[in-house]
């Protein structure tokens, strides 16, 4: 940081040099404002005339993605899950498989011993294996929990990169960084793309994770327009293909398939001196969990009048239910934590008087 603040020479690349020109010192929490505030582009590493073999080795986005990566463990709640940080990629493939294999067992020991492979059509035709009310119950719990868990993180986060608790951002702010994180405005090198296995940059990483996270967002819209439905309509899964959860789940599901895949193939050719290769484990299982998450809720879809319907119920529910009581102990909470820290930073700005 004390190389780049008197460089300056990348300054116009993203949000990370001018946050960091404000600044003479940088306590822990500057520096884990800054680590989440990079985007990881890697441009200020094929700029610079400082990175090795130069002596001073300055490699700003893998010194960064290292404290981003350590800071997700220091603002883990409760403290004791800070562990699951380490191994990550190991601890997310445990609980994943214990979590389908309990779905599976569940499925088998709570019904008839057939209805696992059984053909069952019509609406209600998965509450046959699992009873709706002990669904809700089960991922409200779960969603319930991780949300209490991701809000303690932002909060001790908030607290030490300067801003105090009970501080709301004023809403110029926050819209200044809902329009940042929604276009990925500093996943672009300052123009010119992302850098990834060579010097030419590109877009591709940009598209691919809009293509996760709008995916994201309409498989999760597809589930609440499910659940209003059941509640408020009286109408049971499984629903008609032309039914609005069903298209939601689709369009979200296929962007949640391709975004994915993207960065999976992006991550493995980029060049290593990009990344923190420590935590390589970290990133392919949250992409994996992902991946599995949209590819096991279409291929319910696609054979849900089949005798597959009950071993792809139990992997989808099964999934799903992992990746949201590992949200708040994996590479999930990279998109709130740079959120806030954008937050941050749009307030910084209009306290200096800039845009
Ligand atoms: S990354 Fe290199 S070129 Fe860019 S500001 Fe830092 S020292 Fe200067
Ligand atoms: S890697 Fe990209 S986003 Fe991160 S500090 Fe360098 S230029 Fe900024």
């Known amino acids: ?61 893998k010194t960064l993605a290292i404290a981003r990566a350590e800071s997700y463990a220091a603002y883990a709640w409760p403290r004791a899950c800070a562990g699951l940080f380490e191994n990550n990629g190991v601890v997310i493939a445990l609980i994943a498989s214990l979590s389908v294999a309990a779905f599976i067992f569940g499925f088998s020991v709570f019904n008839e011993p057939r209805a696992l492979h059984g053909i069952h059509t019509g609406p209600g035709a998965f509450y046959a294996l699992m009873p709706h009310h002990a669904m809700a119950v089960l991922f ?4 319930l929990y991780a949300i209490l868990a991701l809000v303690m993180g932002v909060r001790a986060f908030w607290r030490d990169i300067g801003e105090p ?9 926050l819209w200044q960084a809902i329009r940042d994180a929604g ?23 940009k598209i691919y994770h809009h293509l996760t996270f709008y995916g994201f967002l309409l498989c999760f819209a597809a589930t609440c327009v499910a659940t209003l439905y059941h509640f408020l309509l009286a109408r049971e899964a499984p629903y008609a293909w032309w039914d609005l959860p069903v298209v939601l789940g689709t369009l979200g599901g296929i962007g949640l398939l391709i975004g994915p895949a993207g960065l999976l193939a992006a991550n493995w050719r980029r060049d290593p001196d990009l990344a923190d290769q420590a935590r390589t484990g970290m990133d392919t299982a ?23 319907m009950g071993p792809l119920l139990a992997l989808h529910l099964g999934v799903v239910f992992a990746l949201f009581i590992t949200m708040p102990y994996g590479k999930f909470v990279h998109g709130l934590y740079r959120f806030v820290a954008l937050v941050r930073y749009a307030r910084e700005r209009r306290m200096m008087g800039n845009t």
């Open 286 to 308: 949250f992409i994996l969990m992902l991946f599995l998450t949209s590819f096991s809720g279409i291929a319910l879809l696609l054979l849900r009048d089949t005798a597959a």
């Open 140 to 143: 409200s719990a779960a969603l």
């Open 165 to 173: 608790v009970g501080m709301r951002a004023d809403a110029p702010s």
């Open 1 to 61: 940081m004390t190389v780049c603040n008197s460089c300056r020479y990348c300054e116009g690349l993203c949000a990370v040099f001018p946050a960091m020109e404000m600044r003479r010192s940088f306590s822990d929490g500057d520096l884990n404002y800054l680590a989440n505030l990079c985007h990881a582009c890697g441009a200020c590493y094929a700029d610079c005339q400082f990175a090795p073999p130069h002596q001073f080795d300055v490699n700003l986005p």
């Open 183 to 205: 276009n990925l405005r500093y996943l672009d090198g300052g123009g010119v793309g992302c850098f990834n296995e060579d010097e030419r940059p590109t877009d591709r990483r």
